[in-house]
T-cell receptor, first 115, second 115 residues
Framework: AQSVAQPEDQVNVAEGNPLTVKCTYS??????LFWYVQYPNRGLQFLLK??????LVKGSYGFEAEFNKSQTSFHLKKPSALVSDSALYFC?????????????FGGGTRLMVKP | DAGITQSPRHKVTETGTPVTLRCHQT?????MYWYRQDPGHGLRLIHY???????DKGEVSDGYSVSRSKTEDFLLTLESATSSQTSVYFC??????????????FGPGTRLTVL
């Protein structure tokens, strides 16, 4: 079985400050990890993924995520937040041995960036 | 939204009536998925398809059926809608063979209200 936890329902950060959105996962095999963003009344947009290789993954809009195998975490980060980053963020995991490319999503974290 | 359309975008129906939601893609991707999004639950997989006429159940499949007669179309049917099926429904697509790590791309969503 595979699962994802996003421990914070909401993260508040001031514009220009660094931001972190937390994600921890559980899989039996090798994890494939993804971050998505959802703006109001829109579908989810892909931000970045970790499959293998470098633990620091860079993605769209200046976001990056750090894979930590020992802590089973995949936190999303950005050095300097923008008001336009305010949205709902989802972490997702797939067990590498899982046929069908099925993802399990976390419950989502709302990011609020204040001017 | 990556060549994915969903119809209708909004629907209000009454308990006990059948409802069919349509997902159409122009990407010729093999995998198609139906999710529902509810507050506090993130996205939960209802059914998915790995080819024409090849479908399988997801996490929350009770009360739903699907069909895929063409690569580009994936239909979700609520045989007899209930108020618990009020939700936002998202279709997603993904390329690649089983065991691949391709990200999923999401449609714009259908907001369904069952009165």
């Amino acid at each position: 079985a595979q699962s994802v936890a996003q421990p914070e329902d909401q993260v508040n950060v001031a514009e220009g400050n660094p931001l972190t959105v937390k994600c921890t996962y559980s899989v039996s095999g090798n994890p494939y990890l993804f971050w998505y963003v959802q703006y109001p009344n829109r579908g989810l947009q892909f931000l970045l993924k970790y499959i293998t290789g470098d633990n620091l993954v860079k993605g769209s809009y200046g976001f990056e995520a750090e894979f930590n195998k020992s802590q089973t975490s995949f936190h999303l980060k950005k050095p300097s937040a923008l008001v336009s980053d305010s949205a709902l963020y989802f972490c997702a995991v797939r067990d590498g041995g899982n046929a069908g490319n099925m993802l399990t999503f976390g419950g989502g974290t709302r990011l609020m960036v204040k001017p | 939204d990556a060549g994915i359309t969903q119809s209708p975008r909004h629907k209000v129906t009454e308990t006990g009536t059948p409802v069919t939601l349509r997902c159409h893609q122009t990407e010729n991707h093999r995998y198609m998925y139906w999710y529902r999004q509810d507050p506090g639950h993130g996205l939960r997989l209802i059914h998915y398809s790995y080819g024409v006429k090849d479908t399988d159940k997801g996490e929350v499949s009770d009360g739903y059926s699907v069909s895929r007669s063409k690569t580009e179309d994936f239909l979700l049917t609520l045989e007899s809608a209930t108020s618990s099926q009020t939700s936002v429904y998202f279709c997603a697509i993904s390329a690649g063979l089983a065991g691949s790590y391709n990200e999923q791309f999401f449609g714009p969503g259908t907001r369904l209200t069952v009165l």
